[in-house]
């Protein structure tokens, strides 16, 4: 039996007649195959030709002549397998062998197309082959970039009609036994693994955080159409996934959905296309597209490169791949409002990174990033920006097949497109080092291999040295370095020591890399620069850091606005000429400005921006600083065309407000101009050429020369490498309005004439070729307060000056007046004769005792001076001696011969004309007017003068200030401003808020503390305050730092001034008002004797007079002074009055009968027997009045004998006689002297003596004496007076140090303090060296207060006889004794 009919390939062995089906199997598989079944699998299929497989062998039979029948079914071969032959080697009559189909074998044929994303490819044959599958797929799919197929049956090809079976059977495959791995499937199928690449639906994330990378966009699957198959049960199936590929690379990739990836080597795009890949029939697609715009519209940074990889499956099968490609680049985005500067060592780099070296392939490289700048001012550049793309990865071997590689080609990753730079600014300015650059990356490629073994050495040529801007290759061997030779780098390769065995030999590339072998660079990326302005304008910065810090402003500031222009104009006949521009530069929209204000956006400053009457468009001053610097060395060339101006343009009617987005004009910034021609006129406008000139509402072209001419001049000649103070100060207050110009702050334009409704623009402009500097821009509110500087005249100094004040009428005090007269009052005035006309005497006749002297001879109704304006006094100069004006805004002489602008000392003599400016060249001398070089001009001081201004036009916090001038001739002045406001100055003594003026300002130096040192009078509206100020300051010219507040030596103050003398001290000299008090005891009166009078019920009479009482208390007798003076009598009852007395006998109760009652005349005196009478005493009747015999003695327990006390003067305190009898060393004693009336020894008694022992005349007769000058001391008299006090200061200057001089006078023609150090010589006044005082001390007289003064007429202080002499303040203190009057009184003031 044999495998095809011509027996051709495969013969079985002999079979027997009746094999069984196992004998039948085994003979067809083993004699009908190329090899073993088991071993089919793996044998080389190269020259194999394909046999029947696998079979089944199924027998029936016998028949009745011993005959089988044999079904084989072929279950492993593909398709329709051919027909057996057979041949007959059978025995027996008739015998034959016949092979019969019984059925034929399902065989695969007729085409299928494929539907993807819409679109249809042609019929393909069932078996069409992969090679012809992927032009068809990538030719008929529009969205299909790239086509990766495969099929299964590896021997496609390896078959020919000669080679193997014709018919049905598939041919062209020596798999068609179906023993295969990969070999066509059952009836001729085959699997094919489709990988295709489209950009349709692919949406790359703009970073790494992109909610993009997370989330599966929308995908259309793959589709078949199998209606053109023949064949049982032909169809095609999609499965999506590489799972049943027969690759098992592939199956690996097992992903049932779309995914990115890059792959193929080829570089990305961004600003430049990417290098194509290596692989032409191979990779993700083209190369990097282009995407985005120059512009930089929507920013994004910059692609990845491909991976290196020549399938999407092969990076699949590494867990860390090789070759994948470069980053993409960054992006940023710089915006400001205002400048951008990028210094000399500043790098903005977006580069994309390299592709990574692969073993077989390279990576590609990213794409650059991008970079947007865009300000709203100027963007300087003196760095780098670059945004290149990323170099091809290096492949690690070289390969010449054409399958995989393009011709001349390596496997090196391709280059990455450049990336996008984007500048948008008003202007740009780049130096020549500036690099702005988004270059393409390049494909690398080794130039050749070299075999190394130990001991060797390689040498290798990196060919495109720095000159090309190529730096050292980033890469190098195990052991090695790069080395520049000759300008190439050159790499040394250390890597033997001639110890390593001859065996160790390895192939190692030589490290010689070719730029040209690989062309597939990426392509150059974008850069865009668009400015508004064709010239250059910056904000200049200066270099240096501390004291290494080079200005670039005015007054040593590190910035200013730098304008250059270099115009050039191509004529008609193609002439480049200079071309001087109308309106060449920047402009501030002030319009758009005071437009957002009033809408309230962010950048409203906090406090209010102007306090004009009409709105921010109204500024009243404007200044700025200029400087320029020329080409052009004769004069001549720069009339009129030359130069920079500065421009104020007005406000333009209608139009759109800014903040709804729309400009206000239809030109520029809203104005007229279109760019080509401006028809609207110059508000204000003031040029620097050779000369400066300014003029108002005009229109002026750049070499007009006839129209610029009008244009008036203030300054006739001009400097260059200067620096010019320019200020505008209009007000918009008068119809027409009205403006002044100052040049370097001395007045120049005075009452120039301008109409306009405000400011709409500010223009900076340059014509020519020139180079001009602005700096210190400024439109608002003068703070200078419209200070206006001395103006010298003919008739003398012309100045604004507040009115200027003195003390206040309060502060000098009242005037003189008495004491009220005063009239003593004694017991004598109590008289019934001074109840009438004051007993005929004249009261309070003559005048009182003075009370308040004010002994001041200027007096006026306001205070000490009568209200004038302030004036410039000498006394109120600082003089600074040297050159103290900047080397930058010093002023030389300049002539129109000048030709050296840059120096401008150069003798030419000057014009004989006037010099408005006076200082000299830089202290080397200058030439003056007549000719004559004097050596001293330029180094002469300088004169600073300060005083108060007020304006009261300003806003709260611009009520006024300290302002300055300043000179060195005194003759121009010029305008130092404003040294330091009201609104800085605190009251630290009683807190209040002001608001506070100031007056008499003085600056002096303090060489010890390199400071400036400003005391000032402080006072408030009212002027209640008087204090006095210090603020200090490093310059002359301020601004001054407000310190404190305080009354100097704790006095007020208002007429001020300090100076200095030559030995460095200093001193505070003032005026001041004090009182001068006179002291001087109050007088006591001292008691009158007044003799004992009756008891009144008047306590403001006196009764008529006791003579007897008197008597006893006057005088001491011992007769007088005794009880028992009547002692007989009283045995007799004789000294109790006769009285009747009735008592009833039972109750007891007994009752007076009155005397010569008529009632009891006819009856008994008592009524017996139930009563009794009883007679007490036996004195007789006196005038009916019952009495007994009177004594001599008066009892002093008697109340009535007590009731009278001595009140004759009001500093006399007595008590009752009988404490005053008591209150003797005897103390207190019984009267009778503890004898009984009736004692019998009373007779033979001695007379009593307590002269001695008691004070019992506590009336004593004494002579009436003047008051004594002993009481409380007190002001007789006050005096005020003006004093003049000088302190020394502290070493500091900033306040006293106590060492004080005062005395007592007066300025004639009511002058100020700073009119005595000036007028009047400064007399050397010092200090002394004594501490002291303002507070004049009380003037005290020999009179003194007495101890006693208020004690010593008290016969006690608080309880009666509590000066006893038995009392403990008597014992303790014997002065406190008992007080005698007649013993008190006495001569003098003691």
């Not at 282009?290 to 590494?318: C, E, I, R, T």
């Not at 007190?1274 to 007076?1281: D, I, S």
Request: charged content about 20%.
């Amino acid at each position: 039996m044999s495998a095809d009919p011509s027996g051709c390939y495969y013969t079985t062995r002999l079979i027997p007649h009746d094999a069984s089906p196992a004998e039948v199997k085994s003979a067809i598989e083993q004699g009908l195959n190329a090899n073993q079944v088991e071993e089919l699998w793996q044998i080389n299929r190269e020259n194999a030709v394909p046999g029947v497989g696998i079979v089944n062998v199924t027998r029936s039979g016998p028949d009745s002549q011993e005959g089988y029948v044999w079904s084989v079914t072929f279950s492993s071969a593909s398709g329709n397998v051919p027909d057996l032959g057979i041949m007959n080697l059978l025995t027996g009559m008739g015998s034959e062998a016949v092979v019969e189909t019984i059925r034929e074998g399902n065989s695969l044929g007729g085409t299928f197309s494929l539907t993807f994303l819409g679109d249809t490819t042609r019929n393909m044959p069932h078996d069409i082959a992969p090679e012809d599958m992927k032009p068809i797929l990538e030719a008929d799919l529009p969205h299909v970039l790239r086509a990766h197929v495969v099929r299964n049956d590896p021997t496609r090809g390896l078959c020919t009609d000669v080679d193997c079976p014709t018919g049905p059977y598939p041919t062209g495959s020596r798999c068609s036994d179906g023993l295969c791995p990969d070999g066509p499937h059952v009836s001729g199928g085959f699997t094919w693994t489709v990988t295709l690449t489209t950009q349709w639906g692919n949406v790359s994330p703009r970073s790494p955080t992109d909610p993009l990378t997370t989330v599966e966009g929308l995908h259309r699957e793959l589709l078949a159409n199998d209606g053109g198959l023949s064949g049982f049960n032909a169809r095609v199936t999609i499965v999506p996934s590489h799972g049943l590929s027969a690759f098992q690379r592939m199956a690996a990739l097992n992903a049932t959905i779309p995914f990115s990836l890059a792959y193929g080597g080829g570089g990305a795009g961004y600003g430049g296309r990417g290098g194509p890949g290596y692989g032409d029939n191979f990779g993700s697609g083209t190369a990097g597209l282009v995407y985005g715009d120059k512009l930089v519209g929507d920013l994004m940074g910059g692609s990845g490169g491909q991976m290196g990889y020549l399938h999407p499956y092969s990076q699949n099968a590494f867990t860390n791949p090789t070759g994948r490609g470069g980053h993409g680049g960054a992006a940023i985005e710089i915006v400001a409002v205002n400048d951008i500067t990028i210094g000399a060592h500043g790098i903005v780099n977006v580069s994309a990174g390299d592709g990574q070296a692969g073993h077989v392939s390279g990576g590609g490289g990213g794409s650059g990033g991008a970079i947007l700048l865009s300000a709203g001012g100027v963007i300087v550049n003196d760095g780098q920006l670059i945004a290149r793309g990323g170099d091809g990865g290096l492949a690690g071997d070289i390969s010449s097949d054409k399958d995989i590689y393009q011709a001349d080609d390596v496997a090196g990753g391709a280059g990455g497109g450049g990336g996008r730079i984007a500048i948008f600014g008003q202007a740009y300015r780049a130096s020549d080092d500036t690099v702005v650059e988004a270059p393409g990356g390049y494909c690398r490629a080794w130039a050749e291999y070299e075999y190394h073994s130990n001991g060797t050495a390689a040498e290798a040529d990196w060919p495109m040295g720095p000159e090309n801007n190529i730096p050292a290759p980033p890469w190098g061997g195990p052991n090695g370095a790069w080395e520049l030779v000759n300008g190439t780098w050159r790499f040394d390769d250390y890597r033997g020591d001639n110890t390593t065995n001859v065996s160790t030999a390895i192939i190692y590339p030589r490290m010689n890399v070719s730029l040209t072998k690989c062309r597939r660079h990426g392509d150059e990326g974008s850069v865009h620069i668009e400015t508004q302005y064709g010239m250059r304008y910056s904000v200049e910065t200066g270099e240096g850091v501390g004291n290494n810090e080079t200005a670039a402003g005015v007054y040593g500031t590190r910035h200013s606005l730098k304008l250059e222009s270099d115009t050039r104009l191509s004529t008609d006949s193609d002439v480049i000429r200079r071309a001087p521009f109308s309106y060449n530069g920047p402009e501030y929209d002030v319009t758009r400005h005071c437009a957002e204000q009033t809408a309230g956006n962010d950048h409203r400053t906090t406090h209010p921006t102007h306090t004009s009457t009409n709105n921010c468009e109204r500024p009243e001053r404007v200044s700025y600083f200029v400087k320029v610097d020329g080409s052009d060395a004769r004069p001549k060339d720069r009339e009129g065309s030359w130069g920079a101006m500065f421009v104020l343009w007005p406000t333009v009617e209608g139009g759109t407000s800014y903040p709804d987005g729309e400009p206000i004009g239809a030109g520029f910034n809203g104005s007229s101009w279109d760019g080509l021609e401006n028809d609207t006129d110059i508000m204000l406008g003031v040029s620097l050429t050779n000369t400066f000139r300014y003029g108002a509402n005009f229109n002026f072209q750049p070499g007009d020369l006839e129209y610029y001419k009008h244009l008036p001049v203030f300054e006739p000649y001009a400097q260059e490498h200067r620096w010019y103070k320019v200020d505008l100060l209009l007000n918009w207050d008068v119809e027409p309005h009205e403006f002044d110009i100052r040049l370097d702050d001395v007045p120049v334009v005075s009452k120039g004439i301008f109409t306009g409704d405000g400011v709409g623009r500010v223009g900076l402009y340059n014509y020519h070729e020139l180079t001009t500097w602005f700096d210190e821009i400024y439109l608002g509110d003068d703070d200078t307060m419209d200070f206006r500087a001395p103006e010298v005249t003919r008739r003398g100094v012309k100045m604004d000056r507040p009115m200027q004040t003195g003390w206040k009428a309060e502060d000098i005090g009242e005037r003189s007046y008495n004491h009220p007269m005063q009239r003593h009052v004694s017991h004598i005035t109590k008289r019934d004769i001074y109840d009438y006309n004051n007993g005929g005497l004249v009261p309070f006749d003559g005048d009182g005792q003075r009370a308040y002297n004010s002994d001041i001879r200027q007096r006026f109704a306001n205070g000490d001076r009568h209200e004038k304006m302030g004036g410039l006094k000498a006394g109120a100069l600082l003089y600074v001696a040297g050159t103290k004006v900047s080397d930058e805004t010093l002023r030389t002489v300049v002539t129109s011969q000048t030709v050296d602008h840059a120096t401008a000392a150069d003798h030419v003599l000057p014009s004989a004309r006037h010099q408005a400016w006076s200082f000299g060249a830089r202290g080397d001398g200058a030439t003056d007017l007549n000719g004559n070089h004097n050596a001293d001009a330029g180094s002469s001081g300088t004169y600073y003068w300060y005083g108060e201004h007020s304006f009261k036009a300003g806003a709260a916090h611009e009520l006024g200030g300290i302002a300055c001038a300043s000179t060195d001739d005194l003759v121009t002045w010029r305008n130092e401003g404003i040294m330091l406001h009201y609104a800085n100055i605190t009251d630290m003594v009683y807190g209040t808020k002001g608001p506070f003026v100031v007056e008499r300002p003085k600056v002096i130096y303090n060489a010890k503390t390199s400071k400036y040192v400003m005391w000032l009078n402080i006072d408030n509206e009212e002027r209640t305050l008087g204090l006095a100020g210090v603020a200090i300051s490093d310059y002359a010219n301020g601004p001054f730092d407000f310190l404190r507040s305080f009354f100097p030596d704790g006095n007020r103050t208002r007429d001020q001034t300090i100076w200095r003398s030559p030995d460095g001290r200093a001193f505070l000299g003032r005026t001041y008002y004090t009182d001068v008090e006179y002291i001087l005891p109050e007088a006591v009166m001292q008691p009158l004797w007044s003799a004992v009078k009756m008891p009144t019920d008047d306590p403001l009479k006196d009764g008529e007079t006791d003579f007897s009482l008197s008597y006893h208390r006057t005088f001491y007798s011992s007769d007088y002074d005794n009880y028992h003076d009547i002692y007989l009598q009283r045995w007799r009852d004789e000294d109790i009055p006769w009285k009747v007395k009735c008592v009833n006998r039972v109750t007891g109760v007994s009752y007076e009968v009155p005397r010569y009652d008529p009632a009891y005349a006819d009856k008994s005196t008592c009524v017996d027997p139930d009563e009794y009478k009883v007679i007490e005493g036996q004195g007789s009747d006196s005038m009916g009045n019952p009495m007994g015999i009177p004594s001599r003695f008066k009892d002093p327990m008697d109340p009535a004998n007590s009731a009278w006390l001595p009140n004759s003067v009001p500093g006399v305190k007595s008590q009752p006689w009988k404490y005053n009898y008591m209150d003797g060393e005897c103390g207190i004693r019984n009267l009778d002297n503890n004898y009984d009336r009736l004692d019998p020894e009373i007779p033979d008694l001695p007379r009593p003596d307590n002269e001695n022992c008691s004070n019992i005349r506590d009336n004593a007769l004494h002579p009436t004496l003047p008051d004594k000058l002993v009481g409380m001391e007190r002001v007789a008299e006050t005096r005020r007076a003006k004093y003049v006090g000088i302190s020394q200061l502290t070493d500091d200057y900033l306040d006293t140090n106590g060492v004080l001089m005062s005395f007592e006078g007066e300025l004639e023609d009511e002058e100020d303090m700073i009119a005595m150090l000036t007028q009047y010589g400064q007399f050397e006044f010092g200090s002394g060296s004594q501490f002291g005082t303002t507070f004049e001390s009380p003037v005290f007289t020999d009179y003194k207060m007495a101890p006693d003064w208020d004690t010593r007429f008290h016969q006690y202080e608080r309880f009666y006889n509590d000066r006893a002499h038995y009392s403990l303040a008597c014992v303790l203190n014997p002065e406190s004794c008992p007080v005698n009057f007649a013993d008190q009184i006495s001569q003098g003031h003691t």
